[in-house]
């Protein structure tokens, strides 16, 4: 069920409640409506009563075709009734109520699920039958599964459909195909393992996200080897189902359809029309006749595609291989005399035609443009092709290598790259692809590698002149040691590559050194304003000159800085960055970082599932791909922290497993985790040795994190750690470069850990309201102040600041909330989790809030998405999650709620 747990859920809830409903699946041929409607079955109690019943293709002229079968050889069917049913002498309306007996009898007061699967093929009388028992009363759900595709106006569907909409409250269920990654995840779920990305990538196009045509192909395969499925040609019975679509086609008809499958996979009507000699009205009727079949679909301003790439390649099977060479050759002859032709059309053209100078040709082109406008791996496709023929174009080499980087191919972007810079002929190629290599050693975890580049970079600098080369040089050193994180370096060569973009006018070097100096000054407290502000201030100027990878990157850095002050300013910058990452076609930002943005934005409204969520649906986005370097696991080691905040320990021990399987995690994720865990589960001996593995490895790790050394902290707080322990933890946990509130609070938990109160309130008074600190922390602030009154006998001003944590932390859960429990059990109040839950627009949070007044100004979810720099689905999440915690079902009742005084 890959992609498909929205859609169960929404049935199941349906299926569970006592009153009637009706669900209406829709969705192309092997889509998976049936395959939902048997996974739903499998979750109902054994009391319910279930009827299924199958329109056959020519049913129209078998009346109650639908229900016969759904009660064919049940036991308990009156044989009278059925005469009854049957018989033609009976007037309509007869009729159809026996029907409706029928199905009462057999389900009686049980729960119930009825069934009319292929409602495009049912009878007058069957859809007539499923109308009257979407009316009757009792606890049933009633589904009809349809292919729009196959819907008619002369079909007794249509109508039957139109007529539910005004009568009933139908929820229409829309069985779309797989996305990419969903792919990639059935892929992964059928073979056992995750796939490469190519593969992945390659099995989409190939049948268009469709999940009967995939479990096809690996059925074909034995041992699912998904690299080698690429390749193979169709099973037969699947080519054979295929074919059959045109196989009542007349010649004219088959030649031009035979002609479409070589033309690629978007088909421009006059390329159409030049290469097969057709007229303009012949060639309109043979393509609305494809149309209406289902073969093609109208992709475009006269453009055309193959609905299922897998009907393409199962006709152009057929074909012999010269009148597939003349049918290139004669498209590569109109596309050359266009001109203005997509280069990557004319590749494909030419290396069929067996023209491979054009090819290249046409390869550089077309892998620089996609570039250009964010279509990494078709670039990396279109410049691999022109490899195959000139393995040593360096043009190629570089689009391949940067191409590869973007789509977060590590090993193939690692390979083009080397070989770029082997086969360098100018200190500029040098140069760049340096820059490049020192950014892919460093996400593939690869440090020895980046220090070998740097000190390969310092070398050609000492060689080259002044200028452009040696400037991007500098920066490239500016960019590895900022990674590295030895800042002062990168503070260094940065100003030395601005000096010389000054000097010799280079705004692109300017930029590229500018986002380095930015993102290494927002690193440490005291320049973290200026930083910022250089990021800000250049974002601009980079979306104006397309440097979309440097605008994505700059924005990055604002997003995991020092939080803005409105969340209203966060969301802006996240949605930003995904869309200039989007442009630039750099899949880890758009993508991975994207979703650990919604997570930290989460976290700074004080939800925690809702930071959970986000890490999740992005981990699965990637769940299904074969990844290393840092991307292996993006979110695991943030996802393991929230579970461990919200002690699900279980699941904490899980990630705990995956991470230990990859070789590219930071030699403390894992011993840092093993300790919280322990820590968590009262394992002193475990907490103990992972302690001592850990503090051994952290020692020369160049930087240290305030967020951190407060999760173990407080881990060994509640575990009972000795205080001397304590003191060893914070000292090698602390540095001066920690932000300082969160060097406050660590070092504050320690002074109370040691008995000093009045010492420790003063140091959680002093971050009370600190901006850097998230609200739930804040929250654990709060109760550290109300503890140390405790101890003072100060018990009204205890309670003031306990009342402040469950505030802070009314969205939360698990340690921080037993813990103010524990306080508010001191102080006699009740706990957290027993008071009343907020509810109206005291429930919502401030982004909701700020939703919810847009609503109440008439905005619709498009109008929603475009003010806030959010999707329009995006935006009706919120409109939803605002209506259920209102508790109303319309915007006007939203409006007038929040009129109210």
């Known amino acids: 069920m890959i992609g498909r747990d929205s859609e169960l859920r929404r049935l199941a809830r349906l299926a569970a409640s006592r009153e009637p409903a009706v669900a209406i699946i829709a969705g192309e041929p092997g889509i998976g409506k049936t395959r939902l409607v048997q996974e739903l079955l499998s979750t109902l109690p054994a009391q319910a009563v279930v009827l299924i019943g199958q329109a056959e293709p020519g049913s129209l002229s078998r009346p109650y075709e639908v229900l016969l079968d759904a009660i ?110 969903q792919t990639a995840a ?70 031009i359809v035979e002609a479409a499958t070589v033309l690629g996979h978007r088909i421009p009507f006059d390329l159409l029309a030049d290469v097969t000699g057709a007229g303009e009205d012949a060639l309109i009727a043979v393509l609305r006749d494809l149309v209406t079949r289902g073969v093609l679909v109208e992709a475009g301003e006269d453009e055309f595609a193959f609905r299922h790439a897998l009907v393409r390649e199962a006709i152009a099977g057929q074909l012999l291989g010269r009148q597939r060479r003349r049918l290139h050759e004669a498209a590569l002859d109109v596309l050359l005399r266009g001109g203005a032709s997509d280069p990557a059309m004319v590749a494909h053209h030419a290396r069929g035609a067996g023209r491979y100078d054009d090819m290249i040709t046409a390869a550089r082109r077309g892998a620089a443009l996609y570039l250009s406008i964010g279509s990494a791996y078709q670039a990396l496709q279109l410049a691999e092709m022109g490899l195959d023929e000139a393995p040593d174009d360096t043009d190629l080499l570089a689009s391949a290598a940067r191409a590869a980087w973007l789509a977060g191919l590590l090993d193939d972007a690692l390979r083009h790259g080397r070989r770029w810079r082997d086969l360098a002929g100018t200190s500029t190629d040098r140069a760049e692809s340096l820059y490049l290599l020192v950014r892919i050693a460093w996400e593939s975890r690869e440090t020895g590698e980046m220090r070998a580049l740097t000190q390969h970079i310092e070398t050609l600098i000492a060689e080259l002149p002044p200028g452009a080369d040696q400037a991007r040089a500098m920066t490239a050193i500016a960019q590895s040691t900022y990674l590295r994180d030895e800042l002062d370096a990168a503070l260094h060569w940065s100003d030395r590559a601005l000096a010389l973009a000054d000097e010799f006018d280079l705004p692109s070097v300017r930029l590229a050194a500018l986002v380095e100096k930015g993102s290494t000054l927002t690193e440490r407290p005291h320049t973290a304003a200026d930083g910022r502000k250089m990021l800000a201030g250049l974002v601009d100027e980079a ?12 924005l990055n850095a604002l997003v995991h800085g020092e939080p803005p002050a409105s969340p209203v300013e966060h969301a802006e910058t996240l949605e930003r960055m995904r869309v200039d990452a989007e442009r630039a076609g750099f899949e880890s930002l758009a993508v991975a970082t994207y979703f650990q943005g919604r997570a930290r934005l989460a976290l700074r409204s004080g939800d925690l599932r809702a930071a959970i969520a986000a890490l999740e649906e992005g981990r699965e986005h990637d769940h299904g791909y074969q990844r290393r370097g840092r991307w292996a696991d993006y979110h695991g080691v943030f996802l393991a922290g929230l579970y461990l905040e919200a002690n699900e320990l279980d699941r904490v021990e899980q990630l705990i497993t995956d991470l230990a399987t990859l070789p590219s995690n930071m030699p403390t994720t894992i011993p840092g985790l093993v300790f919280n865990l322990a820590c968590r589960r009262g394992d002193l001996a475990g907490a103990e040795a992972a302690l001592d593995e850990f503090i051994t490895l952290i020692a020369p790790q160049p930087w240290r994190s305030g967020e951190q050394a407060h999760d ?87 309670a003031a600041q306990a009342e402040a944590a469950a ?72 409109v939803s999650n605002i209506l259920r915690k209102l508790g109303v079902s319309s915007r006007t009742e939203v409006s007038d709620l929040l009129a109210r005084p």
């Open 72 to 181: 064919d050889g049940r036991a308990g069917v009156d044989e009278a009734q059925l005469d009854a049913l049957g018989d033609p002498r009976r007037s309509p309306i007869e009729r159809l109520h026996t029907g409706l007996a029928v199905v009462a009898d057999l389900i009686g007061d049980a729960p119930a699920v009825i069934v009319f699967e292929d409602l495009h093929w049912a009878d007058s009388e069957s859809a007539a039958l499923f109308e009257r028992i979407a009316d009757q009363p009792g606890p049933r759900l009633l589904i009809g599964t349809y292919r729009p595709d196959e819907v008619t106006r002369r079909q007794p569907v249509a109508g039957l459909l139109a007529r539910l909409e005004r009568r009933h409250a139908v929820t229409h269920v829309r069985l779309n195909r797989l996305s990419p990654a």
């Open 712 to 798: 173990l902290i407080s881990a060994a707080l509640q575990l009972g750690l000795p205080a001397g322990r304590l003191d060893m933890m914070a000292e090698a946990l602390l540095d001066a470069e920690v932000w300082d509130a969160l060097r406050t609070l660590v070092e504050t938990q320690v002074t109370e850990a040691h008995g000093r109160h009045a010492e420790a309130l003063a140091g959680y008074l002093s971050i009370t309201d600190a901006h850097i600190l998230a609200p739930f922390v804040r929250g654990t602030v709060r109760l550290g102040a109300a503890r140390c009154l405790l101890a003072a006998d100060r018990r009204s001003e205890a």
């Open 186 to 255: 059935l892929l992964a779920a059928a073979t056992g393992a995750p796939v490469a990305l190519r593969a992945a990538t390659a099995l989409h196009h190939r049948t268009g996200g469709n999940p009967f045509f995939l479990e096809e192909l690996l059925r074909a395969l034995p041992g699912y080897d998904v690299e080698a499925l690429v390749e193979q040609p169709l099973p037969w019975s699947l080519a054979d189902v295929l074919r059959r679509q045109v196989d009542d086609l007349d010649p004219v008809s088959h030649r």
């Open 543 to 554: 979306e104006q000159a397309g440097e979309w990878v440097l605008a994505a990157r700059a």
């Open 807 to 878: 505030a802070l932390l009314a969205g939360w859960g698990g340690w921080r909330v037993a813990q103010l429990d524990a306080v508010r059990a001191q102080l006699g109040m009740a706990p957290a989790g027993g008071a009343p839950a907020v509810t109206g627009p005291a429930a919502l949070t401030p982004r909701e809030r700020e939703v919810a007044v847009l609503i109440s100004d008439g905005l619709t979810n498009t109008e929603l998405a475009r003010r806030l720099y959010i999707s329009p689905k995006t935006a009706a999440v919120h």
